[in-house]
């Protein structure tokens, strides 16, 4: 596999926030082969392509075990986990040059098996849960059945835009699940849209102007009360989502612009239900 000139997206798990900030600053050197990497943010939508999981951390070997990586969507351990695990692993304290030769070993075999793959027309399962279903503290299981969330059938999807010109591209997308694609370019059209009919996922693009997206997704989430309404931001980059505010708001993740068609159909499906 040649060097990328594309970095390489990965998800932290079980990691402090002291943590995290070095991981960012590290990633930042453009270290390893080339390839380069950056942590997606907990809210952002995007699937990863790889994880990086404290092994020390039990919760987070939950959330791994939950996960299932694979060759597609492989997992690095950092520290000694108390159970044997087939997984990569590095050792505390990071040796970074260490790490990202690990890194590297992983994000090459899965080049390798996603060429295989490709060629046996193999479709990939998507990363789909928003959180993890089990909890280690749990004894009832009633309290089970409560994590799992059903996704809703049916249900338009609505795009919040200057132009219509995205919406048309969404609407190509969806053909193949028979899914409407509606589009509103302001905050009344949006609203009125989602008291007419049922929708289980509006996309709001923050850069339009005279909107308030945090107001919107409020109202939208409110205009059918007994509809479960998901709302997902799109954003020019990362550091355009205020994670306090969207939370406040119930907003349930973002994606970064412009939007791979193959990651705004796996986001879709964390919401909602799309046939094969």
Known sequence: ???????????????????????????????????????????????????????????????????????????????????????????????????????????????????????????????????????????????????????????????IDKTPAFRDFVAELMARYQVEVLWAKGESEAEGACVRQRVSVVLINTSVSDIDPFRLCQTVKTARPHDKTSVIFLVSKSGDYDVEMGRKAGVDGFLTKPVASHHLISALKKFMHLPR
Do not use: C
Request: net charge negative; charged share 30%.
């Open 1 to 159: 596999m040649s060097a990328n000139s594309f970095p390489f997206a990965v998800r932290l798990i079980g990691f402090n926030q002291q943590e995290t900030d070095i991981f960012d600053a590290t990633f930042a050197l453009d270290q390893g082969k080339g390839y380069g990497y950056f942590r997606l943010a907990e809210d952002n939508l995007q699937d990863p392509d790889l994880y990086i999981a404290n092994a020390e951390d039990l919760r987070a070997l939950v959330a791994v075990s939950d996960l299932r990586p694979s060759d597609v969507r492989p997992v690095l351990l950092v520290g000694t986990p108390s159970i044997a695990l087939p997984y990569a692993r590095v050792e505390r304290p990071i040796r970074w040059q260490r790490l990202f030769e690990a890194l590297d070993v992983l994000i090459e075999k899965r080049a390798d098996t996603l060429a295989r793959l490709e060629a046996s027309d193999v479709v990939l399962v998507p990363e789909r849960r928003r959180r993890n279903r089990v909890d280690i503290d749990l004894t009832d299981p009633a309290a089970y059945e409560g994590l799992r969330t059903e996704l809703p059938h049916g249900g338009a999807v609505l795009l």
